[in-house]
Each structure stands twice: as structure tokens, then as C-alpha cells.
């Protein structure tokens, strides 16, 4: 199996160490910062998760996925039927393509499956970062630039992959904005999240979308399944491991998905797979009850361009977790004079610090503290002390300490509703969450915090059947999987 990025425009990040010298007089404790220690407290008791949150979370994450099932619109929670009925078994063979349109980055991907046997034989991806001023422009923009990655990635398959003749190129679409699907290759995309508000999409089917796009570029290739980056990943893991059956989503934004009972939906009116099960996407970023949120949170949520909407998201989700912290730490500058006299300019700026910066802070080990030192000067202009750098650090902790204790408690909640309906119990035997997402990947922290809530709250013993698994980029293999199990052609496995 090769593994093979051809191109990677997307920088990943890296600290500047621009500020190294730092001078040591000013690492002196200085009174001021004194005054933030209750402000910093306060923060604590505002974003705890202590058992009863995360129980009432969870019991509440159940009770909407019954309401959202029953009837469209009964809950927060739209329970949108992927149809998706069949999951990979690993039989798959051929040539397949995949676009993973995210939040931040774009991918495309090639696969070349070689059945039970041979697997991935081989794989190639590009990623690209989506440029700013396409999330803001017209939906034609957006998809003549994803048709063009596609075309040029197309032209160079090179000799590892192979076509048998008469066959159109077929791709599985990951598209992770809520969309109403309409069929396995068709949806209508109900609104844009995570930032961005392209306009003229929301409404329309995004693979009619795409299909004008292709054409407009003359790309002969042939969209076979649209999937989000949830059903995605859960169709990937499940090509490895027959136990999976939950997949989540951290990244820019995050969601979730499952395998459900088609008995267990009462909404789909006595339509019935062969296999009697399907995939059922939470759209759980919009889940809102009990969570214990902060004057940063509601002030964030009235800035954005979706005010009331995606709470469980704004609060869990890489988009936001650096923007709240900003806005916690530009009070505590403010009130507590946390960087001293005066309150560094850039630090009113929305969305300046990001979450990859939490987590870059939070690895340092140093006694001095030197990273996040570099990062506050690096980001925010901010000569900093030690003991402002360990503040800084607590509310970095803070921030994610919640996000992952929720979403750990939101994954209990799917665990209990299986649990509680099917007739295959979930706790008792081996059962798999699969991970994916920037978040996820590389925040260690948060997903220390994911595994302690759900451990927390189903005991020791019935937390060890339970494996919370990364499944590194098994949405991109994953949507060219379920391309290949409901290609337009005769299935040669
Ligand atoms: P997308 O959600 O756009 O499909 P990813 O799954 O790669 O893309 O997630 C990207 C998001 O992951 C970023 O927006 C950021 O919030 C988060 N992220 C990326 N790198 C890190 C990091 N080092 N630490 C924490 N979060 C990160
Ligand atoms: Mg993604």
C-alpha cells in the first residue's frame, strides 16, 4: 500500500520563535495578575462539567435523537436518514475518487480497492486550504474551484491505478454542512455552518451543484455517493472493524452519526432496507440543552453570522475553542490586568488566537514556560510573566476541558439510545467509537477529557468495552468506499 500526498498547501502549523529573548525582569510575579485568580475561578465553576451535567447532557442527547427520529423536526437534533443502508464488507474493487469539502481544508483522494485479499492496494491525496474569500462568494465560485482541484488531481492518476474501459470515474462526495439527503447520491443543502455563507447554495442539491461545476470544466466523472465527514468516517472504520458503529467529528466544526435500526425510526413510515439498518446522521453540532455556558460563549454566539444556532458546536468544536479563550483572557487583561497596565491591541481581534494555539500551549513542559511565551508575543504582541503564562494556560484547560467532557457525555448519550432500543445491546460487548477530526488528532488534552467523561459516566467496567478509536482521514477512504458500494456498475465482488 502506498500513501502518497502529491501536493500539501496547507501549512501546518509552527511555532515562531521570534521571542526567545523574552526579558527575565518581567518574569517577576507582578501583583496585578493577583487579581485575576477569582476571575480565573469563576471561569472554572462557569465551564465545570461535574457528573450531573454530564449525565443531564447525555440523558438529554438520548431523548432528542428519540424525538428528532419520531418525527422530522421533533428536537434539536434532525436525525437526517443518510441512506446509506450497506457498509463496506472490504469486497470492494476498482477505482475510486473522493472529495472531502470540510471547513478548513478540501481534499481529494484516490483509491484503488483490491477486495478482501489486497485491500487498499494504493492511495493518493491532495489538500488544499479553502481560500477566505470563497466562503463569502457565490456558490458557482466555490464549485468551479473544487472542480478545478479535481480536474488537475485527476490528470495526474498515474500507473498504480487503473480503469477498465467503458467506466466513468465515480467519486464518493463528503460534503459536512447539514444537507437533506434525497437519495445516496443526491441533498439539499439547508444551511452553511462553520463560517461560511456562500451564497446561492443554501436550497439547492450540492451534487447538481457539483455536476455544473464538472461540467463547465468538462470533467467526465460521475458522483456516486454524498456523504458528510461523519458517515464518512464511520464507512471506513467499519471497512476494518466489523464492531463500529458510532463516528464523530471534531474538526472545524462536529457532528455525529450511527447505525440504526430501520424499525427504530419511526419517521421513515415502513421503508425497509435489506440489511434493516441504515446510517443515521445526529447533525449534533445543533444540540443545546444543559450545557454549561459563559458570558464569552453568549457573546461569541451574538457575534456570529448564526446567533442561536449550532450551541453544542460553539462550544465543543476547533472554530470556536481559541475564540472563546481569547475573549476570556481579553477580560481578564481588561479587569484583572492579566498582561499588566495595559491590554494588548490585537488581542480584541475576533478569532486571532485559534485553537491549534491552545494545544501548542498546553504541550509546553518547560518550567519557564517559554512556548506559550512565544505565542502570546508570536499572536497577540503580549510580553508575558510566568505567572501569566500559567493562567493563560488554565484557561486554555478550561476551554477544553469542557468541550471534551461534553462531547464524551454526547457519545454516551448515542451509546444509551442503542443501548436502550436495539436488540444488540452496545454495553457488554465490544463496541467502537470511531474518532476523526483536526481536534480530535491533535489536541491530546481533549481527548484525554473525552475518554475521562465517558468513563465517568458508564463505570469501569462498561467504559472498557468501549473503545474511543482515531480513525486517521477514514472519511476520505470511507466516502470512496461507499462510492464503490453503490457504483452504477455491476459489482465484480
Ligand atoms: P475540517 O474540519 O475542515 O474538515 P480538520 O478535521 O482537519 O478539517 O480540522 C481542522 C480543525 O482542527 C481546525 O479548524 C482547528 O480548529 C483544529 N485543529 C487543527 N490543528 C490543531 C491542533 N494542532 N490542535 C488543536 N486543534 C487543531
Ligand atoms: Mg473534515
Known amino acids: ?63 432528542d435523537m428519540h424525538a428528532g427520529l419520531a418525527v422530522d423536526g421533533g428536537s434539536d437534533l434532525k436525525m437526517i436518514l443518510s441512506y446509506v443502508d450497506s457498509l463496506p464488507t472490504g469486497n470492494e474493487k476498482g477505482l475510486f475518487y473522493a472529495l472531502d469539502l470540510g471547513g478548513t481544508n478540501f481534499r481529494v483522494l484516490r483509491v484503488q480497492l483490491g477486495g478482501k485479499e489486497e485491500r487498499v492496494i494504493a492511495t493518493e491525496f491532495e489538500q488544499v486550504t479553502i481560500p477566505e474569500k470563497l466562503m463569502f462568494g457565490t456558490s458557482e465560485e466555490l464549485f468551479d474551484f473544487i472542480a478545478s482541484v479535481l480536474a488537475n488531481f485527476a490528470q495526474q492518476e498515474g500507473g498504480k491505478f ?10 464518493g462526495f463528503t460534503f459536512s454542512f447539514p444537507v437533506k439527503q434525497t ?12 463560517g461560511f455563507a456562500v451564497s446561492g447554495t443554501a436550497g439547492k442539491d450540492v451534487v447538481a451543484c457539483l455536476n455544473e461545476a464538472m461540467d463547465r470544466k468538462g470533467l467526465d466523472m460521475r458522483v456516486s455517493a454524498l456523504v458528510n465527514d461523519a458517515v464518512g468516517t464511520l464507512a471506513g472504520a467499519r471497512y476494518w472493524d466489523d464492531d463500529v458503529v458510532v463516528a464523530v467529528i471534531l474538526g472545524t466544526g462536529t ?18 432496507s435489506p440489511s434493516g439498518r441504515t446510517i443515521v446522521n445526529l447533525e449534533w453540532g445543533a444540540f443545546s440543552k444543559g450545557l454549561p455556558l459563559t458570558v464569552f460563549d453568549r457573546d461569541m454566539d451574538a457575534a456570529s453570522i448564526n446567533p442561536g444556532e449550532q450551541i453544542f458546536e460553539k462550544t465543543i468544536s476547533g472554530m ?44 509546553d513542559n518547560a518550567d519557564d514556560l517559554q512556548t506559550v511565551g512565544s505565542i502570546l508575543y508570536d499572536v497577540v504582541g503580549v510580553e508575558s510573566n510566568l505567572n501569566s503564562r500559567k493562567i493563560v494556560i488554565e484557561v486554555c484547560d478550561t476551554i477544553v476541558k469542557r468541550a471534551g467532557r461534553l462531547a464524551g457525555a454526547g457519545i454516551v448519550g448515542i451509546l444509551q439510545k442503542l443501548g436502550k432500543d436495539s436488540k444488540s445491546a452496545v454495553f457488554g460487548k465490544r463496541t467502537v467509537v470511531a474518532m476523526d477530526g483536526g481536534l480530535y488528532e491533535r489536541y491530546p488534552q481533549c481527548r484525554r477529557y473525552i475518554k475521562e467523561a465517558v468513563a ?3 463505570g469501569p467496567e462498561t467504559s472498557q468495552n468501549i473503545i474511543i478509536e482515531h480513525s486517521k482521514d477514514g472519511s476520505g477512504i470511507g466516502a470512496a468506499l461507499l462510492a464503490a458500494t453503490n457504483s452504477q456498475y455491476d459489482h465484480d465482488y
Not at 437519495?183 to 462553520?194: A, E, P, Q, R, V
Not at 484583572?336 to 504541550?363: D, N, R, Y
Request: glycine share 4%; net charge positive; proline share 7%.
Open 183 to 194: 437519495s445516496i447520491d443526491s441533498g439539499i443543502l439547508m444551511k452553511w455552518t462553520k
Open 456 to 458: 465517568e459516566l458508564l
Open 255 to 272: 457532528n455525529a452519526c450511527y447505525v440504526e435500526r430501520m424499525d427504530a425510526i419511526p419517521k421513515m413510515q415502513g421503508k425497509f
Open 162 to 171: 487503473h480503469l477498465p474501459p467503458g467506466r466513468k470515474r465515480e467519486i
Open 1 to 63: 500500500m502506498s500513501f502518497a500526498a502529491t501536493t500539501t498547501a496547507t501549512p501546518s502549523f509552527r511555532i515562531k520563535r521570534s521571542t526567545r529573548g523574552v526579558p527575565r525582569t518581567r518574569m517577576a510575579v507582578r501583583s496585578s495578575t493577583i487579581s485575576v485568580a477569582p476571575m480565573l475561578t469563576k471561569l472554572q465553576s462557569d465551564c465545570a462539567t461535574p457528573l450531573p451535567v454530564l449525565r443531564h447532557v447525555a440523558d438529554s442527547m438520548s431523548t
Open 320 to 363: 470556536y475553542l481559541g475564540e472563546i479563550a481569547r475573549r476570556a483572557l481579553l477580560n481578564m487583561a481588561e479587569e484583572g490586568a492579566l498582561f499588566g497596565e495595559s491590554v494588548p491591541e490585537k488581542l480584541s481581534m475576533p478569532f486571532i488566537l485559534v485553537t491549534p494555539h491552545l494545544s501548542a500551549m498546553q504541550q
